[in-house]
């Protein structure tokens, strides 16, 4: 006769197998998979941070640019045949720098909201919990008292 410990075991091992996706920070359940510690959390601040990385890479990315323009001045004398290749390298690079700074600008705005969802989805569930914990109180273990052992 198999214990219930055994085919509880045995029924999680078939169960993780049968997995077909498992999250980079999940445990490994078969030496494979992630290397967390299987709880996954959310952090609003490193959703604050990377929002604010984010307007931090903007600025540096428009930086870039300006001083782009400002080497691009004067660059196409009359008469040079690889000017007219040049300049369409710096409007290429120039709509590239603008669309990525305006990429990151964009990012900012639903990488804090989704800080903050997280936040208070965490927050939400966790009172639930609290709340039940305190309306229903486990019961005294059976066998009465320990004596004092």
């Not at 782009?68 to 709509?95: D, F, I, R």
Request: with cysteine; charged share 25%.
């Amino acid at each position: 006769m198999v214990t219930f410990d055994r085919e509880w075991a045995g029924l999680k091992q078939q169960a993780a197998a049968g997995a077909d996706m498992r999250l980079a920070s999940a445990a490994p359940t078969d030496g494979g998979g992630g290397g967390g510690s299987g709880d996954l959390k959310s952090d609003k601040a490193v959703w604050d941070r990377g929002s604010k990385d984010l307007a931090g890479l903007s600025t540096t990315v428009k930086g870039g640019a300006k001083a782009l323009e400002t080497g691009q001045k004067g660059a196409a004398p009359a008469g040079v045949e690889s000017a007219t290749a040049q300049a369409e390298l710096y409007q290429s690079w120039k709509t590239y720098l603008e669309n990525l700074a305006g990429k990151c600008t964009s990012l900012q705005g639903p990488l804090e909201k989704a800080g903050q969802g997280q936040y208070k989805n965490d927050a939400a569930i966790e009172s639930g919990f609290r709340q039940i914990d305190a309306q229903y109180k486990d019961t005294p273990a059976t066998g009465g008292s320990d004596g004092g052992r």
